[in-house]
């Protein structure tokens, strides 16, 4: 239960979780620097999962306030922030992304002082850094290829917005963002509100779910929807994703995904797509089991992958393919697993340790 009064001194409560956050952690606090909202006016909370780079360094450097995460996991610090930010309004941002746009705060901020129904605001999508790897432009815009199948939406600013406008009814639009009507859809969107720049209003966030558990954390998004509030989303606003992944860390983050949905549905898999669908309608339910066929009867897959390819103008996307296929083998591997009694030990992102349950 939170306690804590809000703090209106402070405006804006920035939320970052770091890990060995050296290489990029000077990129976003800069980009911060650059914002026109008034710095006094914000605070900035780093949650540290135990650096032994130089990240608490750089973070002393630019007077941010410093909060241990035990629990190491992202999730864990941003639930952390969330409960010491002492900001009417919260933003959640990671270590490795940077806010392109100078003016991206004070015109979320001035979007929520305006129109008291609008309790988050989403950025424009990401951007790829320069030379950004393929997995990297992959996982800025679909996350992984289930959710591709699932949702087939695009995160990449290029095609974010548009894509959105097409898919649901626009309420008000202007030259700095737009505010969508969700209540005339079955099927929201796939969307976290725990990164990317994104602001909430904290006060109402505080009051209406007291006991902010990683569920509530990670699917507010839902949760705010279903309580009928607005959701609007900034025009030029993108932020620049330094995502590092590596081919064979980002197979073992898919790893860890299938086992969490799998295995701990009642755990951190209720942070993920178990959790996410339980709030979506029955259609978003029944396609989950079309995804094994989709991906192993290799055609769909390919003709998808080809779509992209021209729509992109980049051959990096034909990395749709195997993934796909590599997913569907991951998760009837550990289902055959599960029907035999044994169970993976939960790694983050790291490799599975086969344990009898």
């Known amino acids: 239960m939170i306690k804590q009064q809000i703090d209106y001194k402070v405006a804006i409560s920035i939320i970052i979780a770091t890990f060995n956050s050296e290489r990029t952690l000077p990129l976003v606090l800069e980009s911060i620097k650059r914002q026109t909202f008034p710095q006094k006016k914000i605070e900035i909370l780093i949650l540290d999962g135990g650096s032994e780079d130089k990240t608490l360094t750089i973070a002393k450097k630019y007077q941010c306030t410093i909060i241990k995460n035990k629990k190491i996991e992202p999730i864990s610090g941003r ?22 746009n100078p003016e991206s705060i004070t015109i979320k901020y001035e979007l929520m002082e305006k129109n008291h129904q609008i309790k988050a605001v989403i950025g424009s999508g990401y951007e790829n850094p320069p030379h950004a790897a393929i997995t990297a432009k992959y996982i800025n815009e679909f996350g992984d290829p289930f959710s591709f199948f699932i949702y087939r939406s695009s995160k990449n600013a290029q095609f974010f917005i548009t894509q959105m406008k097409q898919a649901y009814p626009v309420s008000v639009e202007n030259e700095k963002g737009v505010l969508f009507n969700f209540s005339q859809s079955l099927d929201f969107p796939i969307m976290e509100l725990g990164a990317a720049n994104t602001m909430i209003d904290a006060e109402y966030s505080k009051k209406t779910f007291p006991d902010f558990s990683p569920e509530i954390f990670a699917h507010l998004f839902y949760f705010l929807l279903k309580n009928s509030k607005k959701i609007a989303f900034t025009k030029d606003d993108p932020v620049v994703h330094y995502t590092s992944d590596t081919m064979q860390s980002y197979i073992n983050k898919i790893k860890w995904r299938v086992k969490n949905n799998i295995y701990y549905v009642s755990s951190l898999g209720i942070t993920g797509f178990s959790g996410r669908s339980n709030l979506q309608s029955s259609n978003i339910r029944i396609k989950r089991y079309f995804f094994l066929p989709y991906a192993i009867t290799i055609i769909f897959p390919v003709i998808d992958a080809v779509y992209l390819v021209i729509t992109r103008k980049d051959l990096a996307y034909f990395i749709h393919l195997p993934l796909s296929f590599y997913t569907a083998t991951v998760i009837m591997y550990y289902y055959c697993l599960k029907i035999v009694g044994y169970k993976p030990e939960l790694r983050s992102y790291g490799e599975a340790k086969v344990i009898r349950a």
């Open 79 to 100: 639930i952390l922030g969330y409960e010491k930010a002492k900001g009417k309004y919260i933003i959640f941002i990671d270590s490795d992304e940077i806010i392109k």
